[in-house]
């Protein structure tokens, strides 16, 4: 409590009322495979241009992460963090131009493409009454493909092969670590392709850049040993050369809420299951194998992949190429993720993410009927099918779970958005004084965010009583509980479930004469 010593009037503000607890973001999505270009730090996109920018474009056969970006993004989805994954031993290339150090943004042989130009800056300033460049200009091209003829891509001649990717920055300054200019701030924080830094041996000086102007291609880096499934959770001990399910471990990633591996196999499903149950907060979404003519082979669960944290989607969808504009057959978890968030944003998660519309969808690899889904659904396994006037659909909701009651997608995804936004809205709970008053605040805070969450329709009954029940007293804690600290909540709910089966009786009716 303030101490007051002399006399006045004092005012002060006071708490009343439950603490409110806000719903957690439950589309954000993360996508893990092989890219043409970029860092293996996770990459937060909001668009497919500005995946474009960080990581490049199609570009290896069988490699499906760039279109499952570009079908997430135009099926609905928003936000995704993308994480390369890149072999073990892989490099990074760079080069030298005076004391600046200019490297690949990320490992591979890709370094080798991409060319830097260091100028006078555009600017210039009086100084001794000449006009002197306040800095200087860094250009940098890229090309997705190695050009058979050196030219520069900054002067003045027409160009027979153009560059993929051009960024500039000019005014850059090397000497003033304030100026929003200084090289070590502007470039990390805005170039697609480099890091700008310096070299080793300059013990805190200033860079010194070199003879105006310099240019140069990066040396090659080192693709590394082929990607293997260890590879997308490889164990690092330094933080900052984390990637894949590793990174995804840090805080600053912990918004994410779905993961994604195109074409996974067996053992990365495993490896990725075993990631979202362990976070508890995240769930999965898995493609069926390419060319699987007998569906009635497929059944996931046979293979140990029994989990209420992820779901398995077939047959695969054809897109048009995005370069020839033939169709391409790829997975379909890309879509899958959109229509979630679709669904997410439009309706709630409660809501299946089913009889939905798979945008870019121009074919599906094989065709679905009600008997060859009437064996699938039983095993967890969500079917694509296309209907007549109708388009293709997401045409299932389930989880790969055996269990009954976690066997609905938006069940699942239902408990990890209220699990996770009570432990998030909950923590200024911790070393409060554990009594009664402490239990009523939050059982308030709990009751008004499930009181908003049935009223939205995620939960079942015509009443709170029949949607959810909140208990945290005696009953639910002992003498020993509270000594040892310990605060014990216990909250049940009543989610609702898709109609998965809609059946109409339907009968014949006589008209009886009026008499």
Known sequence: MAEYLSPGVYIEEIERGPKPIEGVSTSTAAFLGRTERGTTQPQLVTSFNRYKQLFGNVFETG??????????????????????????NASVGSL????????????????????????????????????????????????????????????????????TQVEQFDDLVLDNARSPNYFLKRVPNNSGLITLGTKDDLQGKPPQPPNL?????????????????????????????????????????????????????????????????????????????SG?????????????????????YYPWIAIADPQSGAPLRMPPGGAVLGIYARSDNQRGVFKAPANEIVNDATDLEYYIDG????????????????????????????????????KYVPVRRLFIFLEHSIFDGTQWVVFEPNDERLWARVKDSIRVFLRGQWRDGALMGTTEAEAFSIACDRT????????????????????????????????QMTVEAKT
């Open 63 to 88: 490699e499906f992460l760039p279109q499952a970006v570009s079908t997430f993004f135009d099926n609905g989805g928003v936000r995704c963090y993308i994480c390369r994954i890149v072999g073990q």
């Open 96 to 163: 030298d131009l005076g004391d600046l150090r200019v490297s690949a943004n990320g490992p591979g042989a890709w370094s080798a493409r991409v060319y830097v130009k260091i100028d006078a800056s555009s600017t210039k300033t009086m100084v001794n009454g000449a006009l002197t460049p306040v800095g200087i200009k860094l250009q940098i091209a890229y090309w997705s493909v190695k050009p058979e003829k050196e030219e520069d891509p900054f002067g003045t001649d027409p160009l027979v092969y153009p560059p």
């Open 213 to 289: 102007p310099a240019t140069g291609l990066l040396s090659a880096g080192a693709d590394g040993d082929a990607v293997t499934s260890a590879d997308y959770n490889l164990v690092v001990a330094d933080p900052s050369k984390r990637m894949g399910l590793q990174a995804l471990l840090l805080d600053q990633y912990r918004d994410v809420a779905l993961v994604y591996a195109p074409n996974a196999d067996d053992a990365l499903i495993t490896t990725i299951t075993a990631h979202c149950e362990r976070q508890r907060f995240r769930f999965a979404v898995f493609d069926s194998p």
């Open 292 to 312: 699987i003519s007998d569906a009635s082979n497929l059944d996931p669960r046979s293979k140990n992949h029994d989990t209420s944290y992820g779901a398995f």
């Open 371 to 406: 008997g060859i889904q009437d064996v699938l659904n039983p095993r967890g396994v969500n079917v694509i099918r296309q209907f007549p006037g109708r388009g293709i659909r997401v045409w299932g909701a389930r989880t790969l779970s055996s269990d009954a009651l976690w």
């Open 476 to 507: 639910t804690m002992t003498d020993d509980d509270i000594l040892n600290g310990k605060l014990i909540c216990e909250i049940g709910v009543a989610p609702v479930r898709p109609a998965e089966f809609v059946i109409f009786r339907i009968f």
